[in-house]
């Protein structure tokens, strides 16, 4: 995929994670759109790592993995910010 795919697909996959862990975080749509797409390649790396497949195109699969790297992004992102 394209940078410009990257980011779209993890624009809408830190929107997806946000939406399951709603809360005051600082930063809205910009740092929800940076956290998106690092929980992309660190649900990529970590699907890979797993043997769970990877983050091949705009799938079911590949969206599950970037939503699920979304949310443990976020959970990061909270623990460092208190």
Known sequence: MGILSWIVFGLI???VAKFFMP????GGF???TLLGIVGAIVGGFIGTRLGWGSITGFNLHSFGLAVGGGLVVLVVHRLLRR
């Open 13 to 15: 996959a830190g929107v």
């Open 30 to 32: 910009i740092v929800t």
């Open 23 to 26: 809360g005051k975080d600082g």
